[in-house]
């Protein structure tokens, strides 16, 4: 059977609204995919997860510090777990298209378990030098190559299509829930009992998700044609995304947000230092309190029932304006207040754009379209830093932050544009049932909204 996009794919939708279904517009319960036992399993396992693997980061770091003295060090390990990403992320996906999903989860997160063993007895005989870091860095990243493409096509597997949105936004919210005690349960067994029982627990973590995807229904599972092995399929999976502008274009500005917005801790950390003259603690707060604003706007996104372009351009725009006005904040307390909507607005940036990619995606591209999708989000971010670093050395962290806000405000308002004119779309303002709303309508079109009382 062919794997063409024209072997598979429908017409591509509009690019600002989703097709006028029965369940579009209709909001759900905020929890609904978790009735859906074999996703129920496999968020539980993520809970753990999540959890070690924050646990894992800050261990890692702290770690190479340590062994050190070196902040460039730390910058280098990094480096080395996201540039698997950058240089074999295309290939993960043309592998997870041909694979089924369940089986290459259960490989993929065993050897993440194993290399954090590892690197736990290392530690915890006194052996460990800086490269073996290096090395297990370089291992989970290869892992997860494989393993995020996998994981983000697979939830599609567990829930179906209706409801797919609910069950990528309460992943967003485990994870970012993860964010809050991950790295405080690290800190105290740093200082407590030592590095090593941080990595230690990570890998016995993995024993949670494992469970899960073994304890599966495998005739529950919403399961896709796996593409034969064939020739020219990465070449084929590029093609897809550049003859769906709703695809490309939403890839391209996720891009310029995840290499130019998202740079935290090089803004924030030069806010607390430079700016507002703090410690740690004020950092620490930073990223809590932006935690929490990204949990408030995962929960908020499960429980729309739809993942329209025109929300993410406009939460991209709210995003860039909001950090902005964030690097104008003359005291810290504005500032520090400032972070729970810059991170309720780019997880909706996040949640949607990943949503609306997997639900318009021809399932037998979904593990190419969303292996360039993580490998552009995930590693705008390091190529990024040097360029936002040095211009908040050069300029100050206010101008870095703002330009930051910049590029994410324009690249929403530049792609929203080109999506509008791609789809013969024009801007519709007027008054309905008394308050304001603007909308993208057909041009031609003679509706127009009710005129203001």
Excluded at 7 to 29: F, I, L
């Amino acid at each position: 059977m062919s794997t063409g996009p024209g072997a598979h794919s429908a017409p591509a939708p509009d690019p600002h609204d989703d097709p006028p279904t029965p369940d579009t517009d209709r909001k759900t319960s905020m929890f609904a995919s978790l009735k859906v036992r074999n996703y129920r399993l496999f968020f539980m396992g993520q809970v753990v997860s999540n959890i070690g693997t924050w646990m894992q980061r800050i261990a890692q770091d702290w770690l190479v510090l340590s062994l050190t003295g070196s902040s460039a060090a730390v910058g280098i390990t990094t480096a080395l777990q996201f540039l698997p990403m950058l240089l074999f992320g295309l290939y993960g996906g043309v592998l997870v298209d041909r694979l089924r999903k369940r089986p290459t989860l259960l490989v993929t997160q065993s050897s993440m378990a194993l290399t954090a063993l590892a690197l736990a007895a290392l530690t915890l005989t006194g052996h460990v030098q800086v490269w073996h870091v290096y090395v297990a860095a370089f291992v989970m990243g290869l892992a997860t190559v494989v393993d995020n493409p996998a994981r983000q096509s697979f939830v599609s597997e567990l829930v179906g299509r209706d409801q797919l949105q609910n069950a990528v936004s309460l992943n967003s919210a485990n994870f970012q829930s993860a964010r809050l005690v991950g790295p405080a349960v690290a800190g105290l067994l740093i200082t407590g009992v030592g590095t090593g029982w941080a990595f230690f627990l990570n890998g016995v973590s993995f024993v949670a998700p494992l469970t899960g995807l073994l304890l599966m229904r495998a005739r529950e599972l919403h399961t896709v044609e796996r593409t034969p092995r064939g020739k020219g399929q990465l070449r084929e999976g590029l093609h897809y995304v550049a003859g769906r502008p709703d695809l490309l274009w939403t890839i391209v500005l996720v891009g310029f947000i995840g290499t130019f917005g998202f740079n935290f801790p090089v803004f924030l950390s030069a806010f607390a230092d430079d700016v507002f003259h703090s410690g740690a603690g004020t950092y620490s707060l930073f990223n809590t309190l932006m935690a929490v604003g990204s949990v408030a706007g995962a929960l908020l996104a499960a429980r729309r029932g739809t993942a329209r372009l025109r929300l993410l351009i406009a939460a991209a725009m709210g995003f860039g304006a909001l950090e902005i006005v964030a690097a104008a904040a003359p005291e810290l307390w504005l500032f520090a207040l400032l972070m729970v909507p810059i991170g309720l607005f780019s997880m909706t940036v996040n949640v949607t754009a990943n949503t609306s990619i997997q639900m318009s995606t021809d399932p037998a591209m979904r593990g190419r379209v969303m292996s360039l999708y993580m490998m552009v989000f995930l590693g705008g971010s390091p190529v990024g830093a040097p360029i936002v670093g040095w211009v908040t050395d050069t300029y100050g962290a206010r101008a870095g932050f703002a330009a930051g806000g910049t590029v994410a405000f324009l690249a929403a308002a530049v792609t929203g544009v080109i999506l509008a004119r791609l789809g013969n779309l024009r801007l519709s303002v007027g008054w309905h049932h008394g308050h304001p709303q603007v909308r993208f309508v057909p041009r031609g079109s003679r509706e127009e909204l009710a005129p203001a009382a």
